[in-house]
């Protein structure tokens, strides 16, 4: 085999246990990695019903097939397990460096069960593993734990993925971190690992990925090309400059950018928070995942000091910025340091305090409720405050520390209406009213509301743009408008679904392949062939994705979910109260035709969302059958 160490190391947490389990190329080439190995596993081997913090869960961290080639971007990892947010398929992926650090370690992934019976810690080494005391790092922020594991194993080189304080305490929307500035933050899986009493997992390799692929000469040609290639894309050209944050401006001007818990697409005070302002009041550098020309992430100065923690990417300036009513820059800093101290998924933590805000602001709770704290739209001391007590589940924060959706059930009354949430996980800062197709992956991902399961809608729109033009070799063949939910928007839905599946299996980052940037999707077939000595096919990439979502949504299946899980808060179905776009809303008939439309493409029940015998089948997925009783 090429491309893969192949090796999956097995941890059981409960008694101490390990073994190295060999993976055959036949399997490896349906399942290579990423979401399609955990997929495989989460179904094969979690029980029904397991109780997310139950010794039972099973908790699955997975490099992609390309993680750690010297390729721009393929540097993406996924941790999964069953989520305590949304008691459905779990998964969160990340960039860094700790995932192309496990492959030169010797592993493609790693299977957690049980639960240690003290606070441990594993350290993984050119093939080696051995399980280490952590109850000395237990209540600790981030930044010193890292700090502490490098200094006892002494290498300042070793790549630390851990959780925090949130994790420790259950906090449903508890998220990841590797070297303090890459993260595993939706879905909860941070939590995931602290029920298990896992603190962290130290690696350090010496094998480089070119001594695994089959033609090292071809793949690094390739990555030469691609680094160059980065300046003559304005979409990753863009990222390098800016980064995610050089997004504020333009989704606000576009009537986009959620404000206020998603009540407005504009912000009247976006020229607080853009980029000319970030650049001015908070950069200090640019930094990089692992072999990555683009660049993407930002380094910044809080109270005049160089954050440890890095600085806020879009996400987090929406989440806890227009959409909490804050214009204070370095408030919003602030918060994304506390999230990664805390090690908070910063999407659900701020939308859960918009969340709270606007329950406060119609009187739903009080400040006998919030600890005496005025938490209203604009107010940055109090949304500061609210953070710390979520990770720490004091008093307030120990509702919020639930998410929305269980919040909204406490409360009662209408607090339902201001969760912004699907499946229980709240969504990313992408105003799917303006962006249907958004709105679609929202509704119908199997991790709730994800903002990465299709390209964004605007990339589609233009059949003059090279995003376009980059998309056709994947069957696009004519633009749509963003707001459009015609049959062939869902036919473009469905490809990039394929596609960004795919991704997530082989370890691309989303800003690293067309439609979005700039390798090509031939390119990609290269990457992966090269690596493996494989003849792959595009139709045959494209099934991998297509396996590892039907298999999350079989998982979803037989703990419950259906076709009425598939939908989006009422809100969107209600016109927006400002900018361009006003009173524009998600039409409710066309969304449940057009999700009709999708399934059909897909191969599901149009009235179950179960897929098809026959569908599966064709994906060689035939044994999942007996998972939902289809046999």
């Not at 059981?12 to 399942?31: K, V, W």
């Not at 492959?103 to 019976?117: D, H, S």
């Not at 969302?609 to 059958?625: D, F, K």
């Amino acid at each position: 085999m090429y491309g893969t160490t192949a090796k999956v190391l097995r941890v059981n947490l409960t008694t101490g246990a390990m073994a190295i389990e060999t993976l055959s190329e036949d399997f490896y080439r349906l399942y290579p990695g990423g979401k399609a190995l955990a997929g495989y596993i989460l179904l094969k081997e979690l029980p029904a019903h397991t109780e997310p913090f139950a010794p039972e869960n099973v908790l699955v961290m997975a490099n992609g097939l390309l993680t750690g080639a010297p390729v721009s971007t393929a540097t993406r990892y996924v941790v999964s397990a069953r989520s305590p947010l949304t008691n459905g398929y779990g998964e969160s992926e990340a960039g860094g460096f700790w995932g192309p650090e496990l492959k030169m370690a010797g592993f493609e992934a790693i299977v957690f069960t049980g639960r240690a019976p003290q606070p441990v810690y594993l350290w993984v080494h050119d093939g080696q593993a051995e399980i280490r005391p952590a109850a000395h790092l237990w209540g600790q922020e981030t930044a010193p734990v890292q700090e502490t594991i490098r200094a006892e194993l002494g290498d300042d080189k070793i790549r630390v993925l851990q959780i925090g304080i949130a994790g420790e305490n259950l906090v449903r929307y508890a998220g990841i971190t590797n070297d303090l500035r890459h993260f595993n933050g939706r879905n909860g899986m941070g939590a995931v690992m602290g029920s298990k009493n896992l603190r962290a997992v130290a690696v350090r390799g010496s094998q480089r990925y070119q001594t695994l692929a089959y033609d090292s000469e071809a793949l690094m040609a390739l990555g030469r090309k691609l680094a160059k290639g980065v300046r003559e894309s304005p979409q990753a050209w863009d990222l390098q400059q800016r980064g995610t944050p050089g997004l504020v401006e333009a989704l606000n001007t576009g009537g986009i950018l959620p404000t206020r818990n998603f009540r407005q697409g504009t912000f009247e005070n976006v020229d607080d928070v853009k980029w000319e302002a970030y650049e001015k009041q908070l950069l200090t550098a640019r930094r990089s995942c692992y072999a990555c020309a683009i660049r993407c992430k930002r380094e910044v100065a809080i109270d005049g000091q160089v954050s440890v923690y890095g600085g806020p990417e879009y996400e987090t300036v929406g989440a806890f910025g227009p959409d909490c009513g804050i214009n204070d820059l370095h408030a919003i800093a602030k918060a994304n340091e506390l999230c990664n101290a805390f090690m908070l998924d910063s999407i659900s933590t701020g939308a859960t305090i918009a969340f709270a805000m606007e329950c406060f602001e119609h009187g739903l709770i009080g400040l006998d409720d919030t600890d005496g704290i005025e938490l209203r739209f604009g107010n940055a001391e109090a949304m500061l405050q609210m953070i710390v007590r979520i990770a720490r589940r004091q008093g307030f924060g120990d509702l919020l520390a639930e998410g929305s959706r269980r919040a909204a059930e406490k409360i009662g009354g209408e607090a339902k209406f201001f969760a912004m949430q699907v499946k229980g996980q709240e969504l990313a800062m992408h105003e799917p009213r303006g962006k249907y197709n958004v709105g679609m992956g929202y509704a119908i991902s199997e991790i709730g509301a994800d903002h990465l399961v299709v390209a964004h809608d605007p990339t589609l729109a233009n059949p003059d743009s090279l995003t376009f033009k980059n998309a056709r070799s994947l069957g696009i063949a004519v633009a749509q408008p963003p707001r459009s939910l015609s049959d062939e928007k869902m036919n473009h839905f469905y490809i990039l679904e394929r596609w960004n599946s795919l991704e997530k299996a082989i370890g691309y980052c989303f800003f690293g392949p067309a439609p979005r940037s700039f390798i090509l999707p031939e390119e990609v077939l290269v990457s992966i062939n090269a690596a493996t000595g494989w003849d792959m096919t595009m139709e045959e990439a494209l099934q991998i994705g297509e396996r590892a979502t039907n298999m999350a949504r079989i998982f979803n299946l037989r703990e419950g979910f259906s076709r009425k899980d598939d939908t989006l808060p009422e809100r969107l179905f209600q016109g927006l109260e400002n900018g361009p776009l006003q009173g524009n809303a998600i039409p409710r008939d066309e969304f449940e035709h057009a999700l009709t439309v999708l399934y059909g493409l897909k191969g599901w029940d149009p009235e179950t969302g179960q897929p098809t015998q026959e569908r599966l089948e064709a994906l060689s997925l035939g044994w999942a059958a007996d998972s939902i009783g289809m046999r």
